[in-house]
Structures are given as C-alpha cells and as structure tokens.
C-alpha cells in the first residue's frame, strides 16, 4: 500500500520502490525509474518467465493510451 500511495503521490507508472521497516513503521528508502530484475530472473526459470511477464505487461500500459 506505501508503494502504491507513493508513485501515485508522483505519478509514476512503472518504477521500482524499496521500502524498509524501522520500529515497526514503513518507510520509503527510494524510488528507482529503473526497473531491474536481473538477479531475480536468473534464479530459476519460473522467475525469468514471471519477470518477462511483468515488463510484457507494463510496456503494454505504457503504450496504452498513446493510440
């Protein structure tokens, strides 16, 4: 929900957003416009198939609306 919130608060559609608890509260530690899933798509098949699915999703938003 803190992500959420956040790249809605920036209007941001597609980026990366590391998060951390501190005394058991939320906080945001960054936001990255770069997306990467390089080290997690190269752990196992079924997370280079997932991840392939995640960019095949957001680059279709992304064209989305420029028809």
Do not use: H, P, W
């Not at 945001?28 to 280079?48: Q, W």
């Amino acid at each position: 929900n803190l992500a959420k919130k956040v790249t809605k608060a920036l209007n941001l559609r597609f980026c990366s957003v590391d998060i951390f608890e501190q005394n058991g509260t939320l906080k945001v530690l960054e936001i990255n416009s770069i997306v990467s899933m390089e080290y997690f798509s190269k752990n196992s098949n079924e997370n280079y198939t997932l991840t392939k699915k995640i960019f095949d999703i957001a680059l279709q938003k992304c064209f989305e609306n420029l028809n």
